[in-house]
């Protein structure tokens, strides 16, 4: 022990933050392609790193501190490639409800029964400040083909949605109760675009392998059916938490002022109304509406007081801290990144009991290697990396800035201010690359805000613990401070440029900003570091950020006439750049109550092209599949010209989209057979529909439009949700259809890519955009078989993920972009 007291007491600062950073060097080769076969690399790995322990061990006790450092980096840098390595082998895990599905719902509509249990209390979901569905996530326990038949033991995690109008008796049922229902089970959708969160493993982290519809008179509660006691002790206390916020805050009478609480208390956001949620985002202040560092920060200094006050001696005050976080942590499990939080606090609380006054960077260097040595491939995840980016800043910048010899209140308000402010600067990079969002008042805001959030969320915790008692007192108080730091998260959200929406910089800019960052650590962090200097390096990290936000980059297309067929789901969106910089959208995927394709894919991949603005957006034609996303698109990337067809249906999703088209200041163009445009050496024809047809009433696949795009020699055939009918009007007016690549006509259903059609195209590849396990069966066998027997190449987005189509002048290339699996 005195070897390892020795080190930490050297010359050598930090080495444990030191050795977190080599560890998460060696994941990162790891990740990378090499030319070494993967058992090969791994085995080699695990014995060097072996080897460097055993040396490390050795120059230790001999208090050989270079060769030390050394080989204790070089251990980490292995142990962190071996463990990365390893768990990347390792093949994904079938639960026996998998099994159970792919056995007993072969078809797109079969049903299975299901047993299970709920986690929590079911949350409403709202869109436009009104109750559009219920999501209810449960433990399955058994399934089968019915109540009468052999139900087959399971264990796995399923979320369902019940759709508006909500059934009131779902609405009654409580966490760890029984239930019975029949459902169709969908694996969750991951989908495999350049620059788009992998939602899938976000689930999968809170135990959620499956998803589907509970429909009325498809369920009934099932007494028989009870949670583990430990499973519904956490439920009951997370309902006792939550019963409690409603007394205080009613959500009939004050919701946003409920919904503030509990996002801050429980970290459930399923209550914010639309315009709490935008008004906190573009501020830049989201982060104060779930639980993370922040607060349980606050609940460390709020039990930290009480115990101080009760004179408890220091080690059992921790103990009993971290036993509370700790039961904090569990009945909130799944929502939050708090178990990480706990991690860092408990090894800063035993190094401050062991070697009284160490330097706070080393904690988070202990914790970071225990959780990387764990799940090595985290740290790709954006969660981990701003949890643990935030603990870093905190230990190695916002503490060496803060006044220590203050008194109390004054620390404290420093160190909010100060952490606002770091916090800011530092995750900058953060906020652009994932979030996408750089406000010019996001600092300012977070100077008002989190002092405000800081008063309010202790505050509401003891008026929690008071309970009914106290109400009539404690109530109003809550209500009127969130309803205060409501208004104001509102008013700056109006502020000039509030909403700035950003592409991701290039990658060397990235780097460049890590490289400052690191700087700016070393700076503030470094024994006998100067005051002046680290508040002259924190200036010029702000400089940084200011650049990061003002700098346009340019954007960064791929080469030649390339169409990106996006991985939507069941719809389509496709996007185009020809060879002058010029940018074309084609549709935008779905909407539902609880997804936006816009929002959550297209506006991401576009984002992480570097782009800021289209110069045209084409709707092929109004079903929801196709036009739902493109609200967010002409919100956030201001297109030049919008396409859509000479004649529209008049149902309401069409009205509203025209009136958003003529609000956003675009020219309109309505297009038909035989129009054309040049961009630069490369042309777009537009093939259908006729120019004489009618839409009807309401929107349906013959209004579709279909292009043929083409450079010199090559060209590219986009079909929408053409049918027969239109397949059969072009061949009888002899249309020029002859394209290497076909983007396949109503996602591959049997109604479109008759043998006539496609000997006319003559396509190399095809490509077919389609949702996986959707319930229409797409793409049909029959389409599939006679694309192959054709010879042509058939992808997939629901198995290749998004694909990218390249022309130049004579070649046809076509890149897919499946993700990696354990890699988001």
């Known amino acids: ?38 058992p090969a690399a791994l085995i080699w790995a695990t014995a060097a790193a072996g080897i460097a322990a055993g040396c490390f061990a050795v120059s230790l006790a001999r ?49 299975l029964t299901i ?59 409580s966490a760890g109760e029984g239930i019975a229902f029949d459902a169709h089970l969908r694996p969750l959708p991951t989908y495999h675009d350049p620059g788009v969160a992998d939602f899938a493993a976000a689930a999968r982290r809170e135990d959620v392998e499956f998803s589907g519809t509970l429909d009325p008179g498809r369920w009934r509660a099932w007494p028989a059916i009870a949670g583990p006691r430990l499973a519904a002790t956490r439920a009951h206390l997370w309902a006792w938490i939550s019963q409690h916020i409603d007394q205080l805050a009613p959500p009939a009478t004050a919701s946003r002022a409920n919904a503030l609480l509990r996002g801050m208390l429980l970290g459930d956001v399923a209550r914010l109304d639309e315009t709490t949620r935008t008004s906190f985002q573009e501020d830049g202040t989201y982060h104060l509406l779930v639980v993370a560092g922040l607060h349980v920060g606050l609940l460390v200094i709020l039990i930290g007081y009480l115990l101080r006050g009760l004179r408890m001696p220091l080690a059992w005050s921790h103990l009993v801290s971290l036993g509370l976080l700790g039961i904090y942590a569990w009945v909130i499990v799944g929502r939050t990144p708090t178990l990480r939080v706990l991690l860092m606090l408990a090894v800063y609380y035993a190094a401050e009991l062991w070697f009284r006054d160490r330097q706070a960077l080393n904690s988070v260097g202990i914790a970071a290697l225990v959780l990387l040595a764990l799940h090595p491939l985290d740290l790709f995840s ?47 990079g953060f906020n652009t690359v994932y979030f996408h969002r750089v406000s010019p008042w996001s600092m300012l805001a977070n100077v008002v805000l989190v002092p405000m959030a800081s008063a309010l969320i202790p505050i509401a915790w003891i008026a929690v613990a008071l309970g009914p008692v106290a109400a009539h007192v404690t109530g109003p108080l809550l ?73 346009h980059f340019p954007p960064r297309l791929p080469p030649g006439l390339t169409a990106t067929v996006l991985d939507v789901g069941q719809g389509d969106s496709i996007f185009v750049s020809f060879p002058d910089g010029r940018t074309l959208l084609v549709d935008g ?55 859509f067809t000479r004649s529209l249906p008049g149902e309401p999703a069409m009205a509203a989209f025209l009136r958003q088209a003529r609000a956003s200041g675009a020219t309109l163009r309505r297009v038909s057979s035989g129009d054309a445009f040049l961009a630069g050496a490369s042309r777009l024809d537009v093939l259908l529909p006729a120019p004489d047809y009618l839409a009807g009433d309401w929107a349906s ?46 996602h591959g259903s049997n109604t479109s890519s008759t043998p006539d059609f496609l000997a006319a195209v003559r396509p190399a590849a095809a490509i077919i955009s389609v949702g996986a396990g959707n319930m229409y069966g797409h793409p049909s066998p029959e389409v599939v078989e006679r694309l192959q027997a054709s010879g042509v190449r058939v992808f997939r987005t629901d198995r290749d993920g998004a694909v990218q189509c390249r022309l130049s002048q004579h070649d046809l290339s076509i890149f897919l972009f499946r993700r990696r699996p354990g890699i988001e």
């Not at 950073?21 to 080769?29: H, M, N, W």
């Not at 209810?136 to 058994?142: E, G, T």
């Not at 038949?149 to 008796?169: C, K």
């Not at 100060?418 to 995750?427: D, K, M, W």
Request: proline residues 7%; glycine residues 10%.
């Open 63 to 111: 208090q050989r501190r270079m060769a030390a450092a050394a080989l204790g980096l070089a251990f980490c840098l292995l142990l962190g490639y071996a463990r990365a390595a390893y768990v990347a082998r390792q093949p994904p895990a079938v639960s026996a409800l998998a099994r159970v599905v792919s056995t007993l719902e072969p078809g797109v509509r079969d049903r």
């Open 479 to 551: 209500v009127g401070f969130a309803n205060l730091m409501i208004r104001a998260a509102d008013a700056m959200a109006r502020w000039p440029g509030a909403n700035g929406r950003v592409p991701a910089p290039p990658g060397w800019f990235l780097v460049l900003f890590g490289l400052a960052v690191t700087l700016w650590i070393v700076a503030c962090a470094r024994n006998g570091a100067r005051r002046p200097w680290q508040w002259a390096s924190t200036g010029g990290m702000a400089a940084f950020v200011v650049a990061l936000s003002v700098v």
């Open 589 to 643: 995927g779905p909407r539902s109550a609880h997804w936006d394709t816009g929002a959550e894919i297209v506006a991401p991949f576009l984002w992480s092209l570097g782009l800021r603005h289209l110069d045209a957006v084409l709707l092929s034609h109004g079903h929801n599949d196709h036009l739902g996303g493109l609200s967010t698109v002409l919100a956030d990337f201001h297109p030049g010209e919008i396409w």
């Open 1 to 38: 022990m005195r070897g390892l007291g020795w080190l930490l007491d050297s010359g050598m600062v930090q080495p444990m933050f030191y050795g977190a950073v080599a560890a998460a060097l060696g994941i990162v080769v790891a990740a990378l392609p090499s030319p070494v076969p993967a």
């Open 382 to 428: 954006a969660g981990f990396q701003m949890s643990l980016g935030a603990a870093i800043l905190l230990a190695g910048v916002c503490r060496p800035l803060t006044p220590h010899s203050a008194p109390r209140y004054q620390r404290f308000a420093a160190h909010v201010v100060i952490a606002s402010l770091v916090l800011q600067i530092g995750f900058a």
């Open 115 to 173: 047993l299970a249990y709920l986690r929590d209390q079911p949350q409403p979901l709202f869109d436009h400040g009104h109750v559009s569905a219920l999501r209810l996530d449960v433990s399955a326990i058994a399934a089968g083909t019915g109540l009468n038949s052999a139900l087959t033991p399971v264990s796995a995690g399923v979320r369902l949605y019940a759709y508006a109008p909500v059934a009131p008796a779902l609405l009654q049922l």
């Open 701 to 746: 696949n013959k209004d579709s439009l279909a292009l043929r795009l083409s450079w010199g020699t090559e060209s590219m055939l986009l079909t929408g949700d053409t049918e027969v009918p239109g397949e059969r009007w072009m061949l009888d007016h002899h249309l020029a259809l002859a394209s290497p690549l076909l983007k396949v006509g109503h």
